[in-house]
């Protein structure tokens, strides 16, 4: 305040006092970016000093300020795991409170910014005048091509004015994209967000192979000016943060994860500044570079990230990197482990039937002819429903070939079905036309977890004279006297009548709520459907 109201002081005491704040953290035992010293530096002192063209700073003291001024913001935000524990009394006492404006910290660094570029002499400072993402990128984007310049250029006068804007935007975007996934790791107050939810990321599964009958119009896949394959992006609708901001918070961070990588010079500047500012150890910051790796199709690489992960103990990260691991096992053709890794997630989910009313069935399509990206939450109905199709298009595949079809297959795909049966309506009659040509169908599993009335209705349809009187055996095992009347043509004349009642019944249950039923079916079926799926291993056509 009295630099503002004396400047001519500025050029005397302005200095003194940056290194009077520096020494003093130096010399203290406080361990966080965010303490007293460092928030009257930054938001302070350093905004003054700046603005006076007549006070003249050294620019490796300019780069040093420009550091603290970064880690103060990020870490103003980001709240790392393990960090709690670091947080002490004193000067550092009631300063990591909870914000609910985000952007302060960096309309806060923004300035800072503005000022350290008149003393560089750099002219980026307008890049961080818009809020905007989009405006920001494409700000850089201009200056770039303005220039003839490119981070792959470091002996370029302006590679440092590029490379610490892109720096700023990418913390900037991956802080917002942080709090979007998982608020816990931020200290950003986030609405109405579900306690314990976090979003992941996962690449929905490619369309294998084509009916018969119905072959789809290829698609061209969406290309970047680069010419790099572009992958679609979707939102459930069960995340409760704005899709928008969640989609251009990542992709933003994506661009400049590539260009702060478009040469191993910068890729070493950029790890170094990561290194300095501590983030590489961020969860958060791991777990995006999964993500990243993900986006771009590199799976292999990513299953190396995800198996060197120190998971945290807190709720919805065993299922979501054990997801995300099926995920690239799937995209890399290994279906068998693949399956494994949805079946270690769907065991996760039987604890979670609690939250069966407080989220809806994602309307997502999960299986496209072209690579998408799909953003869930790790609640029940987003994790269950991609596990579910995982496994639907594998038995799909098996069917597929008359050699390995076979009765229980279809039963299985026919449980499964239920989750989501509009959307498969058309695999739907493909199995029941399978089990015409069949003349009749044996799964004992049956009555132990169908309850959708659409599929008791089709089967009460083909047992009729009307149907076809196809041959059913649809009974328990452990049901040994009525099981020996279930079957609808041949020894036992009542045996149709025994199916209609038995199917009568089933009616009853079609208000059953179906997640903890396919829950249950996935656990105690598992070697079952593990048997069948196997035979999804061959080449598809």
């Not at 969640?246 to 990561?274: I, K, P, Q, Y």
Request: with cysteine; hydrophobic share 40%.
């Amino acid at each position: 305040m009295l630099l503002e109201m004396f400047p001519e002081c500025t050029v005397q005491q302005g200095l003194k006092l940056v290194d009077t704040l520096l020494m003093a953290e130096k010399h203290s035992n406080i361990t966080v970016p965010v303490n007293s010293m460092r928030r009257l530096l930054v938001c302070d002192i350093l905004p003054v000093v700046l603005k006076a063209p007549s006070v003249d700073i050294p620019h490796n003291i300019l780069y040093r300020l420009l550091h603290k001024s970064i880690e103060f913001c990020i870490y103003s935000i980001i709240r790392p795991y393990g960090f709690e524990e670091r947080i002490m009394t004193g000067p550092s006492s009631g300063l990591w409170e909870k914000i609910t404006n985000p952007e302060t910290p960096w309309l806060n660094l923004g300035g800072i910014v503005e000022g350290m570029s008149q003393k560089f002499g750099w002219d980026l400072g307008l890049v961080f005048k818009s809020n905007d993402y989009e405006s920001q990128w494409h700000s850089l984007q201009s200056i770039c091509r303005q220039r003839q310049v490119s981070l792959d250029d470091p002996s370029s006068p302006f590679y440092l004015q590029i490379f610490y804007c892109t720096v700023i935007l990418f913390l900037r975007s991956l802080c917002e994209y942080t709090c979007l996934v998982d608020s816990s790791q931020s200290n950003v107050i986030l609405g109405d967000k579900p306690e314990g939810c976090v979003l992941l990321i996962v690449e929905g599964l490619k369309t294998l192979s084509v009916q018969p009958f119905e072959r789809p119009k290829a698609k061209k896949q969406k290309l970047d000016k680069e010419g790099k394959n572009v992958p679609e992006l979707s939102v459930s609708n069960n995340v409760s943060v704005a899709p928008s901001n969640l989609m251009h918070s990542f992709v933003t961070a994506a661009r400049c994860w590539d260009l702060l990588h478009a040469s191993e010079r910068v890729a070493t500047d950029f790890g170094n500044l990561c290194n300095q500012l501590s983030i590489e150890s961020w969860f958060c910051f791991q777990s995006f570079q999964i993500d990243i790796l993900i986006y771009k199709g590199l799976h292999s690489e990513a299953i190396q990230w995800l198996s060197t992960l120190t998971v945290p103990n807190l709720p919805g990260y065993q299922e979501k990197l054990s997801l995300q691991a099926a995920c690239c096992y799937y995209h890399l053709g290994e279906y068998m482990t693949a399956c494994s890794k949805t079946m270690d997630v769907v065991c996760y989910l039987s604890d979670k039937t609690t939250m069966i009313d407080k989220t809806q069935t994602s309307s997502l399509l999960f299986v496209k002819p072209v690579r998408h990206l799909i953003f869930l939450t790790n609640l029940m109905a987003d994790v269950l429903h991609f596990c579910v199709k995982l496994l639907i298009t594998r038995l799909k595949n098996v069917i597929l070939h008359p050699s390995l079809c076979n009765d229980t297959a279809l039963g299985h795909l026919l449980t499964l079905l239920q989750y989501d049966l509009m959307q498969e309506e058309d695999l739907f009659l493909e199995i029941i036309n399978y089990i015409q040509l069949r003349g009749g169908l044996t799964y004992n599993y049956f009555f132990n977890y169908t309850i959708h009335i659409d599929i008791l209705e089709e089967f009460a349809h083909l047992s009729s004279n009307a149907g076809g009187n196809l041959s059913f055996n649809l009974l328990s095992v452990s049901s040994q006297v009525i099981k020996q009347r279930a079957i609808t043509r041949g020894v036992n004349k009542g045996a149709k009548e025994d199916l209609k009642v038995a199917l009568q019944k089933q009616v009853v249950r079609c208000e059953e709520p179906l997640q903890p039923l396919l829950v249950q079916f996935l656990i105690q079926e598992r070697e079952s459907l593990f048997h069948n799926i196997q035979g999804g291993r061959l080449t598809n056509t």
